[in-house]
């Protein structure tokens, strides 16, 4: 009885849905739009308290932070009335898992991937708004480190299930699987060996990632490609102490010295990277990427130079490709951290022992980030100049570049939702030159394709000092889950009633199969 | 009638001075080495709490250590009899000056210089025998910043003081001023205006530096040539705050890539340096250099070796000149501090706002300082890549070359000193890489020759971390200020005695007036 109530609920849903498409698409109204009321002041002292956690993972001294924003997650995740929310220890960090089966048959499973560590942030970093784990709300915005990436974000999908489970007695439109990770900062270097060892835990037909960000205010995205990244440390030593620069310049070679003639040597005068190899995989951009890059072109390199303050866009390959295609489509060496010898007030002259720095990339296409470290450790091996020692080790930060199809089904229903939050306004269909380990293995090991539901806007300073969130987008975030989380449970069931195989919506990379609860269930308790 | 007694004493010392060269130079004995008798104790734990006060005068908030060091060195030597002992502040930093009548008319005036400030240190340096300020002994050792360059030698100087005043009843055979200065680590920058302006402080026969080293444990040296010097900083800016590297990498101009290059075009690949007009005032070695220079050479370069712990000594320009030439007579551009970017652990993927660099060069010949932070400056400008902006600024620490006569009449003083200390080895002709800016100043300005007479060894880490001094060193150091004192007196004595102008010794630059201890006394009160 309990069950035909709620399919007559969907199916009230699904023609509410299409009368709305109709009338040029007033945005729908959910039940649990209502849960929602008075809840605002609620929801944001919830972020704040998750804000003051200083969830560092590039920290070990932060350890103790990213497990306990993972136990205050969990304990919000019971209290929305997700069961079996549990903690898993993957390396030294923790995972919170939890699954959520649906009411109906046959519905579709989304793994819902978000995370709640956060980048390093020290005060000197140029943080002059409030301290990065003091988060202090100026009026439509919370400045916090982790505030726009990803906590914001993250902790709406909770409040969205709470609302769909309050709402409905308890009964979801879809399987929902769960997957908040504490490590994805540094790379997420110990998730892949465990997913793979999870794989019942991992099987869903789309990943929905709660990290990523919107075009702006009032314009949704549908984001179809990161770069991946690896990062690499180069440790250079010369004597076998610091030497007095009097007393041994030009005599003794100088190991800032080489570190600058090292990394000098891995960039041409013309921007490209000199390092033997390091293109492997990546191939020349197609006309439709051109054409799709060139239709947001001109905003975003205005975006890009207002966000950045510099007059100049000239970073990267500049005499060979336009900007908007050196972001979404070209890899980078970017030297993110450099320091040897004295760098305190006035003046030590000294001939320092050691040199270091360290270097991130991003990658593309079938670029491979493993293949990429051991290319840029070859060179630092290679180039070394005489006198000093150069070594460089891998920092463990691994991701795939991920692309997906703009208009497979999971970025169909997207659009359908972009267009409910943002007023009818038509999603753009962009690329972020950033990173998201997990998306592209999963995609590559799992064959699930991935959308992108996050909140965070370009300008919100993410690694950067004075990140900060809107308090706006905490409610769009929360009512685009719930109605995401609608339109697909009945965008499957409509494909399966249709049950016309060859009406199958054009789709890239999709799973076909649904994974019973039965199965997650099981796995659960496996572990 | 006590002046009689006096010239009978220096009478007995001049005789016994010239029958100990007969005698092939058995040590001469003075009888103020009876009184350093049993005090050796007490003279290390002075050394250990002048070591104590962290005088770092690179760093503000150490200003007041420098003047507690200052205090502490003013009360050292009122207790050591020496009258009218006078702290004046120039600029920020403190002068310790100090000035002694000869018993004797005619006598020659001596001007005894030294520092009582330190290089910065930090434990992350690398101390880990102890920390820098709280000095340990070890066996003949004493640890700690400063203990070598130069509070040892210079605390070795008041004691000397102490014994002639103590056994002569207040008579010295010479007439002392003492300038101990506070800023001498970061190239005295408001010394040499202050000198001209106090002229009379400074005019003298001869300056005697406590700043400087011996050769060996066992051999004393000539130092007859040092480098100058001069500092520079860079500042590059690129976006106007850290940015994400994946979200701009590729568009933005990364500041640090500016900064590599722009060091890189300072340099050539053969080690010599690209900056336009930085060689303006070298010439070439002459040849009797090459021979001075080679007497030393292979020890030097053993012990060069040896002190740095690098296997080849491949620094500056090594394709061109030998080594012990490129530490004694060519120019160097050194980078002693670099930093910019995420340094902690792990990995930040962070485009950062800022780089930075410290520069220091060593200068030879008639290099001019001011000229050449000029010319690095003007570098700077004129080679910043498109994309960042480019700052430099002096940093305020410059040092003109010295070079003296190895053979003018206080390095021949000089040598008999060390062979009664050294017990008749013969000293060692030798120049330093190093600097002491007012060494060459005063040269230049005042036409004083230089000495030096310092314990320091070149093993002891100045500059570096675990800095230490030799216990021995200290009894060496102020029975060579006793015997110094008195062969001088007794050598101009002996010249004016002579009365043959033509029998004057060669000396290369040489003031030939003295000045009169009533000039001091009214040049004193005027200030």
């Known amino acids: 009885m309990k069950k035909f109530t709620f399919l ?22 959910f039940p649990e739009y209502g ?21 560092v993972s590039a920290s070990s001294e932060h350890l103790k932070d990213v497990q306990a924003a993972a136990e205050w997650l969990k304990n919000r995740m019971l209290g929305a009335g997700i069961p079996n929310v549990q903690i898993f220890q993957v390396g030294q960090y923790p995972l919170v898992y939890a699954s959520i089966a649906a009411a109906v048959p046959q519905a579709p499973t989304v793994l819902i991937y978000g995370h709640f560590d956060v980048q390093p942030a020290s005060v000197e970093d140029g943080w002059n708004i409030t301290k990065p784990f003091k988060p202090r709300m100026i009026q439509d915005k919370i400045y916090a480190r982790g505030a726009s990436d990803d906590k914001g974000s993250l902790l709406s999908v909770v409040h969205a299930v709470e609302a769909i489970l309050a709402v409905s007695q308890g009964r979801s439109p879809v399987n929902i699987k769960f997957l908040f990770e504490g490590q994805e900062e540094i790379g997420s270097p110990d998730l892949p060996n465990w997913l793979l060892k999870n794989r019942k835990l991992v099987q869903s037909d789309l990943l929905v990632s709660a990290d990523g960000s919107m075009y702006s205010e009032n314009t949704g995205s549908i984001v179809w490609g990161l770069r991946g990244a ?9 004597p076998s102490h610091d030497l007095h620069s009097g ?43 051109k054409d799709l890059s060139r ?16 007059s100049q866009l000239v970073g990267g390959e500049s005499n060979h490709f336009d900007i908007v295609e050196r972001l979404w489509f070209r890899p980078t060496l970017d030297v993110v951290g450099i320091w040897g010898g ?4 006035g003046i030590k002259t000294v001939l320092p022992a050691n040199a270091y720095a360290k270097l991130s990339f991003r990658l593309v296409q079938e670029q491979i980030p493993e293949q990429v470290v051991e290319k840029v450790i070859q060179h630092v091996h290679l180039h070394c100049p005489v006198g000093c020692t150069c070594e460089a080790f891998d920092l463990g930060f691994h991701a795939l570049p991920f692309e997906s199809d703009p208009d497979m089904l999971g970025n169909q229903v997207l659009r359908e939702t ?27 090991e799992f064959q699930i394709p991935a959308v992108f539901l996050a909140f965070g806007l370009p300008d919100e300073n993410i690694h950067g000092p004075n990140e900060f969130y809107r308090i706006g987008s905490m409610d769009k975030a929360r009512r685009a889950y719930v109605s995401f989380l609608y339109h697909l449970g009945e965008r499957y069931q409509w494909e399966r009633n249709a049950k016309k195989p060859e009406e199958t919506p054009s789709v890239s990379v999709t799973a076909t199969t649904s994974t019973s609860m039965k199965e997650m269930e099981m796995d659960h308790s496996e572990l």
Chains 1, 2 share one sequence.
């Open 35 to 55: 849960f929602f009321l008075n809840k605002q002041q609620l929801y944001i002292q919830e972020l704040l308290e998750f804000l003051r956690i200083p969830s």
């Open 8 to 29: 007559c609920v969907l199916l009230v849903h699904y023609i509410a849905f299409h009368i709305a498409i109709a009338q040029k698409r007033a945005p729908r109204n």
């Open 230 to 238: 690896g990062a690499v440390q180069v440790n250079v030593t010369g």
């Open 418 to 444: 972009l267009l409910d939050i943002y007023q009818g306004e038509e999603p753009k269909y962009v690329r972020s030159g950033a990173s998201i380990p997990l998306i592209g293995f999963i995609q590559k």
């Open 342 to 345: 004295y760098t305190d007030q």
């Open 295 to 310: 239709q947001s072109a001109k905003e975003l390199e205005t975006e890009l130079s207002r966000l950045s303050g510099v």
């Open 247 to 289: 007393g041994f310049g030009g005599v003794v070679q100088n190991p800032i010295h080489c570190l600058v003639h090292l990394l000098e040597s891995m960039r041409y005068e013309n921007g490209s990277i000199a390092i033997e190899g390091f293109y492997q995989g990546t191939r020349p951009i197609t006309q439709k990427e």
